[in-house]
């Protein structure tokens, strides 16, 4: 099954290059560590998922870019088709001049209906060049104008136009101390909009990856290319081909809806986020040896103590014992030290995987009670190696990663949108830049998110008792489910 | 007074100065192709449908000039731009508006209206996206005063969608101009109400900075030489510096201010910052739209040694009283938001490297703690290796405009000069009476937020959801 991505705006340009440039790469290097046949296999299967054979030699991206400004758009194509491994269909790009502006109203409000169709056209097309659709990829950061507004918006028409394709979208979480002053309006409007149409938001922080860049990679004058570089080898860990669990005869054929099925069980929690080990500069890999038992133990703590990197791991922090009375520790005020998963995947790259002991993850204890672990916890692996690292393990989880940061965009766009100094003659910030009624809906919306992450820790201190079947359909019968694990359970 | 009409894609190498009364003097420095069309237009020998075919025989800029005095316009073209100003883009007339804003404004406002309008018209259909309009002008004087802030009413009449960027020289106080005060505060009413970004420019400190320049080239200290071509006073490919007129250096300043802003607009870069972004970051509220800007480094020093130290050093100078394009310390008021556009080969390590280093020292206004608004363009100016244009909304501005407040206040209480503005069809009492409100309202707002400086935060309460 194919994925086609969208690209928006500069940041979802650059990076998605980087992406198609990590997966090429990948496929064409020499360190697959495996059988010819499997290297075969997973050559085929990579190439179905991502590229398109046609006549000429080099094979074409499955992608649309959309941006409202020339220049990135220009640059990113010439920069593929330099490659000599591949490059961008000569129509698949939709561009304007005049740019968003960083107004989430502009990138929503004014170019998404406008050129809706152009988009959507280009979207189509794409589809139609598949042989079977497994679903859209989109790639935008949330702090600018076009990547967010026209994202969302874009978002959005991708689900009205194909309501039962699986929607992927990959949103870049700005920097802390500031890229651009409104950003926090413009994330806060994003991600409320795209929790209404998206299947699941797997969630990107520049800061994390600057901190990879400088300490494990060690470069000293970080660019954006490099920020890039490390997010694609991330996104190209866990969307180059796999087994599953349920077939391990052929490589998956449908890695969206893989993804969906066990990492959001229920559509109110739909943040993931990714951490990949090992990484390091490339010159040190060939020094450089990994063992199992030891990326696991890592990428565990990494996940209990909420760390982004294999460095700086807080080992102190632990699981809380199952069954045991709730201190007063675990309330709501005090900083959440455990991190708290509903679902978590582990993708598994490189020789002797399996024998490779997965036990610690499926521990009830680090997850929700309203989920079987079984449920909870699925892995995916092939012997076949990744860009170069003999051995390499991903964790996609859907926890309370994000909630710390969240909380701070909150907080800082309420800050900005409340406080109004004194005299009649000053209207409030937004006011003259978006359009009031768009931004009412909003704080609400981001708010509750915050809220429903939340609630996970409410529902963990429930769990001295057995939560009964009946308590598990109450909590899910607000929204409709359509995932298929979810509706057996029902019906038993 | 010239406007510039920017359009999209790319733009020119092109800085272009203004002198209040005196001297024009332009420079070119060309370079990418696809980067002339920002601010010039190509007209290409062939002509034809595909319009890039054909060497470009000439490039005209997408400017309008007008001038209520022919001296300074007849002068240009006569310079070497010539072949640069298309003719037919220009307003002029013979007697001047005698410093008088009525004069500009009023009578030749409504004579020269319809000339105006179809002359915006015609530059404006050339352009296949039109973002921006810059007007440059000075406030003391009568025509750049009052018929700029004339064009710039019109301009919002005509194109109400499109940014009007105003880059204002102030008058300093020992300006020789007697009633700079009146004409510059009826026009800043024009601006308050009109503009959607003014970046104020006082001549003092432009000179200040001249100075600073000459004392370095002149000190003779070991290894202090400096590349001639890389001075923010120079113009680069221009004949010898001897003999320049005083004003062309200031004015080159103010040139690459300009260059520096619209860089991110015509080249490439990996965090792209465009003219209408910074009217969307920097101003918190339609009426407190008054950038201070400041240009650095000033010069580079001809022996290549390029540690991250000097790096550093560029970042801290932008904060610098020296540096400012004002007479204004933006480091002891309030900031409401700060803009840095890097040019060169920055990297974003090192901008937030900065940013972090720098931040502790500045005060940021309490609902915007981390309010910086960044760029990246790869493309370096003429001679140097990298270089920062921060534009910053500061309080700092408000000396300047109580100290403008204080001189009108001293003519207009004895009423002198009055009766030149008066003469005038449609000039009225209640115009200066409108004007001075209308600038201590403005200086009451800048007077409100720094009340708020250094109180204790007191974050408004978060929205509860009913459950």
Same mark, same amino acid.
């Given at each position: ?261 066990? *990492? %959001?069980?229920?559509?109110? =929690?739909?943040?993931?986020? +990714?951490? @990949? ?5 490339? &010159?040190?890999? $060939? ?107 991903? *964790? %996609?989880?859907?926890?309370? =990663?994000?909630?710390?940061? +969240?909380? @701070? ?5 309420? &800050?900005?949108? $409340? ?74 | ?467």
């Amino acid at each position: 099954m194919s994925i086609v991505t969208v690209q928006l705006g500069q940041c979802g340009n650059q990076i998605g290059h980087e992406v198609f440039n990590a997966i090429c790469s990948d496929v064409h290097g020499t360190h697959g560590l495996c059988s010819k046949k499997e290297n075969e296999s997973y050559h085929d299967a990579c190439k179905e998922r991502f590229f398109c054979e046609e006549e000429s030699e080099v094979p074409v991206a499955r992608a649309v870019l959309v941006d409202m400004e020339p220049k990135v758009i220009g640059q990113t194509l010439s920069m593929a088709a330099r490659s000599g491994y591949w490059k961008y269909g000569d129509q698949s790009h939709f561009c304007q001049k005049q740019g968003s502006g960083n107004n989430w109203a502009n990138g929503y409000s004014v170019h998404g209906p406008r050129h809706k169709e152009v988009i959507m056209n280009l979207v189509q097309k794409e589809a139609e060049k598949c042989d079977r659709l497994g679903g859209f990829f989109t790639i935008m950061s949330m702090a600018g104008g076009t990547g967010s507004g026209l994202g969302a918006y874009v978002t959005q028409c991708l689900r009205d136009a194909f309501p039962t394709s699986f929607i992927l979208n990959h949103v870049i979480w700005p920097y802390g101390t500031g890229e651009i002053i409104v950003q926090n309006y413009n994330s806060v409007l994003t991600l409320s909009h795209l929790y209404q149409s998206s299947d699941a938001l797997l969630v990107h922080e520049n800061d994390v990856i600057h901190k990879i860049c400088a300490q494990l990679m060690n470069i000293k004058q970080i660019s954006f290319r490099d920020v890039n570089q490390v997010i694609a080898h991330q996104l190209g860990s866990v969307f180059q081909p796999t087994y599953t669990a349920e077939c391990g005869l052929h490589y998956s054929r449908n890695p969206l809806g893989d993804l969906m099925e066990t *990492l %959001v069980p229920h559509p109110e =929690f739909k943040m993931l986020g +990714l951490r @990949n080990i090992p990484q390091m500069p490339e &010159n040190s890999l $060939a020094y450089s040896t990994f063992s199992w038992p030891g990326l696991i133990k890592h990428l565990r703590q990494m996940l209990i103590a909420n760390a982004k990197m294999e460095e700086g791991i807080d080992w102190q922090v632990r699981p809380p014992r199952l069954g045991s009375s709730i201190p007063s520790s675990h309330s709501t005020n005090k900083p959440l030290q455990f991190n708290t998963s509903i679902a978590n995947l582990v993708i598994l790259r490189g020789k002797d995987m399996h024998s490779v002991d997965l036990g610690s993850f499926r521990d009830p204890s680090l997850y929700t009670s309203w989920l079987n672990p079984q449920d909870a916890f699925n892995t995916w692996k092939t012997p076949r190696a990744f860009n170069k690292y003999e051995k390499s393990a991903s *964790l %996609v989880s859907n926890s309370q =990663f994000l909630l710390k940061p +969240l909380d @701070n965009v909150v907080g800082k766009a309420w &800050n900005m949108f $409340a406080s109004k100094p004194g005299t009649g003659a000053l209207k409030s910030p937004p006011e003259h830049l978006f359009s009031e009624q768009l931004w009412h809906k909003t704080p609400r919306t981001a708010n509750t998110l915050l809220d429903k992450i939340q609630v996970t820790v409410q529902l963990n201190l429930k769990k001295t008792s057995p939560v009964s079947f009946r308590d598990r359909k109450e909590m899910l019968s607000t929204q409709p489910c359509f995932f298929k694990p979810f509706q057996q359970m029902e019906r038993a | 007074m010239i406007i510039q009409i920017p359009s999209f894609p790319g733009a020119v190498h092109f800085p272009v100065e203004i002198i209040p009364t005196f001297n024009w003097r332009l420079e070119t420095q060309f370079s990418y192709e696809e980067s002339f069309q920002t601010l010039a237009q190509a007209v290409r020998s062939g002509g034809g449908p595909d319009i890039y075919k054909g060497k470009i025989c000439s490039l005209k800029a997408r400017a309008l000039l007008i001038d209520m005095e022919e001296g300074v316009v007849n002068e240009i073209l006569q310079g070497p731009l010539r072949d640069v100003f298309d003719s037919k883009q220009l307003i002029t007339d013979v007697s001047g508006s005698g410093n008088n804003w009525a004069v500009g404004h009023k009578l030749y406002g409504y004579q020269y209206r319809e000339n105006i309008v179809e002359k915006l018209r015609k530059a404006a259909e050339h352009c296949d996206c039109l973002q921006c309009f810059f007007i440059i002008h000075s406030m003391g004087g009568g025509t750049g005063s009052g018929l700029g802030t004339f064009v710039l009413n019109l301009l919002e009449d005509e194109f109400p969608e499109v940014y009007r960027c105003v880059t204002s020289v102030y008058p300093s106080g020992e300006d020789d101009v007697i009633t700079s005060p009146y004409n510059t505060v009826l026009a800043m009413k024009e601006l308050n109400e009109h503009a959607d970004c003014v970046l104020p420019i006082e001549n003092e400190s432009l000179f200040d900075i001249v100075n600073k320049i000459h004392q370095m080239i002149n000190s003779g200290k070991l290894g202090s030489t400096v590349k001639q071509n890389s001075l923010v006073t120079s113009s680069a490919g221009s004949a010898k510096t001897v003999q320049e007129k005083p004003f062309d250096a200031m004015n080159n300043i103010v040139a690459n201010l300009l260059l520096n802003l619209t860089s991110s607009a015509r080249f490439e870069g990996s965090l792209n910052m465009d003219l209408n972004e910074i009217s969307m970051n920097l101003v918190p509220f339609p009426r407190l739209h008054y950038l201070v800007s400041s240009l650095t480094p000033l010069y580079t020093l001809a022996d290549v040694n390029v540690p991250s130290r000097r790096l550093d050093q560029m970042f801290s100078d932008a904060f610098s009283r020296e540096h400012q394009l004002i007479q204004a310390d933006p480091k002891h008021s309030l900031y409401l938001a700060c803009a840095l556009l890097v040019r060169g080969n920055v990297q974003v390590s090192d901008l937030r490297r900065n940013i972090e280093r720098l931040k502790p020292s500045l005060h940021f206004v309490s609902w915007n703690q981390e309010g910086w608004k960044t760029g990246l363009c790869s493309v370096p100016p003429v001679g140097h290796s990298h270089s920062l244009l921060s534009l910053a909304n500061n309080t700092c501005v408000k000396p300047t405009f109580i100290e403008l407040k204080d001189r009108f206040m001293k003519l207009y209480k004895k009423k002198a000069h009055l009766h030149h503005y008066l003469h005038i069809d449609g000039m009225e009492q209640s115009c200066f009476s409108e004007a001075i409100s209308s600038l201590s309202d403005l200086i009451e707002e800048y007077n409100e937020l720094d009340a708020t400086k250094g109180g204790p935060r007191t974050d408004p309460s978060r929205l509860k959801i009913a459950v």
